[in-house]
């Protein structure tokens, strides 16, 4: 079972992503759709000191708790700050980080420093009081056309888009992947993928044009479970190819209990039965 952390872009949250994590999980994956602290129904979490070290702990907690292995993290849009140091920091529960026309970071720069200056301009014209008013551009607007649900839309700290990268260097990255469907009319999808092609990503591309908005998704979730790593041998058990703990495979696999049960009986008589 391929897994996936899908990561949403500023004042969106984890609900931007339910059109393409039905598709995958049509497709047989498991999806997490998790939102930052203080967007969309975490909006009452106040985001307080450095709002991206907050998101990096949020999906560290998510990789921690739900006890996530083998998975592949895509970004979009701003996610893309963050991805390449959760990519690094959670290995290997982390094996492969996609950039949904998302920002490719920078070393020593932003995410107003990097992105292209109709859309930092928009960014800036938008913010009053340390806060950016949200705004819909490029893919983002397309998934949120989708199920129209610009009321859900909040707004997103400024500090989140000046505070500079200081992660690792691009030749530090896990393997990585840029997966470009924003068309010519993105200007911020458009920079990315040529910043993505200068530092030798591999790059995919999905021709969107005549595509009816509703079959996106599912272009997307086809294209990203075909880029998921093969799940390791190792993990595979004997119940099948879905990785598991070994209390949950003797809870619900009787084939598994069975044997459980013989070696351990052999084990009693100073045997070993396979």
């Not at 992503?17 to 498991?30: D, F």
């Not at 200056?117 to 009081?129: C, K, Q, T």
């Not at 888009?161 to 924003?182: I, K, Q």
Request: aromatic residues 8%.
């Amino acid at each position: 079972m391929n897994t996936f952390i899908l990561l949403h872009d500023a004042f969106q949250g984890g609900w931007a992503w339910q059109s393409i994590a039905r598709s995958l999980r049509s497709l047989g994956c498991l999806v997490y759709t998790p939102t930052f602290s203080g967007c969309g129904e975490r909006s009452h979490i106040p985001v307080t000191d450095s709002p991206i070290h907050t998101y990096l702990a949020d999906i560290e907690n998510l990789v921690s708790y739900e006890a996530v292995t083998d998975a592949v993290l895509v970004c979009s849009g701003f996610a893309g700050m963050l991805g390449p140091v959760l990519a690094t920091r959670l290995q290997p529960a982390v094996r492969r980080l996609v950039f949904l026309d998302a920002a490719v970071p920078q070393p020593g720069k932003s995410y107003l420093d990097i992105a292209p200056e109709p859309i930092a301009s928009l960014l800036r014209s938008n913010s009053r009081d340390g806060v950016a008013a949200p705004f819909m551009a490029g893919l983002p607007r397309t998934l949120e056309q989708e199920h129209g649900s610009r009321r859900k839309l909040c707004d997103f700290p400024l500090q989140a888009f000046t505070e500079s990268y200081t992660g690792p260097e691009p030749d530090a990255w896990p393997e990585s992947v840029f997966l470009h469907c924003g068309g010519d009319w993105d200007p911020f999808a458009r920079t990315m993928l040529g910043r993505a092609e200068r530092l030798g990503l591999d790059v995919v591309e999905i021709d969107m044009r005549g595509v009816p908005v509703m079959a996106r998704s599912q272009d997307i979730a086809r294209e990203l479970k075909a880029l998921a790593p093969k799940i390791p041998d190792r993990q595979r058990g004997a119940c099948g190819n879905v990785p598991m703990p070994e209390e949950m495979r003797l809870l619900y696999c009787p084939r598994h209990r069975k044997r459980a049960a013989m070696n351990t009986a052999a084990q009693g008589l100073g045997g070993a039965h396979c």
